[in-house]
């Protein structure tokens, strides 16, 4: 019982510690992790057999019935075992590259549910035209009957019913985002003889009082990006540093499975449903920008984000280059403070000519490295 109450005790002051250093979202990661619920699954078996033969044994009945105390020492140690594996397993999880390196399988997990079950066997980059010339007048829009995050989209039964009924569904909002109370949900549009059940497509949009990540891909992204932030006040290099990898990784499994097309159609192709549209600069920038803000005075940091970037670069179809060039400039000219040390100057347009290669933007940063040389290396810089 002891050793029960000081594991659970001092596993939630780490907790604890941890969540105000990084992201508190991480205390339901740890606790949905398997090894951590057998672990605590296993004390609470033991604690409650023991305190279950506290009652029911006696010195009457432990000298006919040697079963129960036989079997108590051995759970005993069993637990004693358990302890050691979870302290164990509790110190590697709560390693940084093992907690970033956690946290993007999750939304690499995610990604696979949401785009590739779900969205891709449907969408398509040309619908037919006709029905992209939606008359907005004939849409009936259904609207939110309470407030809260978009936790949950059932994609599939949507996209069945409209098939079935020979509806278009037009999502307004994306999961994850805030809905206040009647404000517009989705429009559809319909036959003249059909009849829809409002109430039936309205319950397939799950609303409720936090953002979740069962389908809520930029939520991954977030929580790294929180990690990546907090860092950065904690004067932490090494686990901004492993973040930004981390999310570098995610933004090329998102683009790699994803098209990036809001149509879905059915088998003959005829347009069924419209999300909203997500780009790979909507991922690109959610991820990296607010880190570079708070970077823009930090040259070793905004190296680690333009060398993600390069990675990106290398990685990524061609569709993307001018989206990972434009951002690899934003960031170049978003860092505010001059040079300190020559290494990380040279760290710093290396990775930009890299990513200039990799984009064929080869003028531009020729221009680029003008620029900044000028505005950095000025003296009244300030």
Same mark, same amino acid.
């Given at each position: 019982?002891?050793?029960?109450?000081?594991?659970?005790? %001092?596993?939630?002051?780490?907790? $604890?510690?941890?969540?105000?250093?990084?992201?508190?979202?991480?205390?339901?990661?740890?606790?949905?992790?398997?090894? $951590?619920?057998?672990a605590v699954g296993i004390f609470n078996m033991v604690?409650?057999?023991?305190?279950? /033969?506290?009652?029911?044994?006696?010195?009457?009945? !432990?000298?006919?019935?040697?079963?129960?105390?036989?079997?108590?020492?051995?759970?005993?140690?069993?637990?004693?075992?358990?302890?050691?594996?979870?302290?164990?397993?509790?110190?590697?999880?709560?390693?940084?590259?093992?907690?970033?390196?956690?946290?993007?399988?999750? %939304?690499?997990?995610?990604? *696979? $549910?949401? *785009?590739?079950? @779900?969205?891709?066997?449907?969408?398509?980059?040309?619908?037919?035209?006709?029905?992209?010339?939606?008359?907005?007048?004939?849409?009936?829009?259904?609207? !939110?009957?309470?407030?809260?995050?978009?936790?949950?989209?059932?994609?599939?039964?949507?996209?069945?019913?409209?098939?079935?009924?020979?509806?278009?569904?037009?999502?307004?909002?994306?999961?994850?985002?805030?809905? *206040?109370?009647?404000?517009?949900?989705?429009?559809?549009?319909?036959?003249?003889?059909?009849?829809?059940?409002?109430?039936?497509?309205?319950?397939?949009?799950?609303?409720?009082?936090?953002?979740?990540?069962?389908?809520?891909?930029?939520?991954?992204?977030?929580? *790294?990006?929180?990690? !990546?932030?907090? /860092?950065?006040?904690? @004067?932490?290099?090494? $686990?901004?540093?492993?973040?930004?990898?981390?999310?570098? @990784?995610?933004?090329?499994?998102?683009?790699?499975?994803?098209?990036?097309?809001?149509?879905?159609?059915?088998?003959?192709?005829?347009?069924?449903?419209?999300?909203?549209?997500?780009?790979?600069?909507?991922?690109?920038?959610? /991820?990296?920008?607010?880190?570079?803000?708070?970077?823009?005075?930090?040259?070793?940091?905004?190296?680690?984000?333009?060398?993600?970037? =390069?990675?990106?670069?290398?990685?990524? /179809?061609? !569709?993307?280059?001018? =989206?990972?060039?434009?951002?690899?400039?934003?960031?170049?000219?978003?860092?505010?403070?001059?040079?300190?040390?020559?290494?990380?100057?040279?760290?710093?347009?290396?990775?930009?000519?890299?990513?200039?290669?990799?984009?064929?933007?080869?003028?531009?940063?020729?221009?680029?490295?003008?620029?900044?040389?000028?505005?950095?290396?000025?003296?009244?810089?300030?």
């Amino acid at each position: 019982m002891t050793l029960n109450a000081f594991t659970l005790n %001092s596993i939630l002051v780490v907790l $604890t510690n941890f969540s105000g250093q990084f992201t508190p979202r991480m205390l339901l990661t740890f606790i949905a992790d398997r090894k $951590t619920q057998h672990a605590v699954g296993i004390f609470n078996m033991v604690f409650v057999f023991i305190l279950f /033969s506290f009652f029911m044994i006696n010195d009457g009945t !432990a000298e006919y019935y040697a079963a129960f105390p036989t079997l108590t020492i051995l759970l005993m140690f069993f637990a004693l075992a358990t302890f050691v594996f979870f302290i164990n397993h509790a110190v590697k999880w709560m390693q940084v590259p093992n907690l970033t390196f956690n946290m993007k399988n999750e %939304s690499e997990k995610q990604i *696979l $549910t949401t *785009l590739v079950e @779900d969205l891709e066997p449907y969408r398509t980059q040309e619908p037919k035209k006709e029905e992209m010339e939606l008359n907005e007048d004939e849409g009936t829009i259904l609207y !939110a009957k309470d407030s809260g995050f978009i936790q949950v989209i059932d994609f599939k039964s949507l996209f069945q019913y409209a098939e079935k009924k020979g509806l278009i569904i037009r999502l307004e909002k994306r999961i994850g985002e805030f809905v *206040l109370k009647d404000i517009p949900l989705l429009t559809y549009w319909k036959r003249e003889d059909c009849d829809v059940n409002e109430a039936f497509i309205c319950s397939k949009l799950f609303v409720g009082r936090k953002q979740t990540e069962v389908q809520d891909i930029e939520f991954g992204v977030n929580k *790294l990006k929180e990690i !990546a932030i907090k /860092s950065i006040g904690n @004067d932490d290099p090494n $686990t901004v540093k492993n973040a930004i990898l981390q999310l570098s @990784d995610l933004l090329l499994s998102i683009s790699e499975i994803t098209h990036f097309t809001p149509y879905l159609t059915d088998q003959e192709g005829n347009l069924r449903l419209i999300i909203n549209e997500e780009t790979f600069d909507y991922y690109l920038y959610s /991820s990296f920008s607010h880190i570079s803000i708070y970077a823009k005075e930090d040259p070793v940091i905004t190296n680690d984000i333009l060398h993600a970037v =390069s990675l990106l670069a290398s990685s990524t /179809s061609t !569709a993307n280059h001018k =989206s990972v060039w434009m951002f690899a400039m934003m960031v170049a000219r978003g860092y505010q403070a001059p040079f300190a040390f020559a290494y990380h100057e040279k760290d710093f347009y290396t990775h930009l000519e890299k990513i200039s290669h990799m984009t064929r933007n080869y003028e531009g940063y020729t221009q680029l490295e003008k620029e900044l040389k000028e505005r950095l290396n000025n003296p009244t810089f300030a």
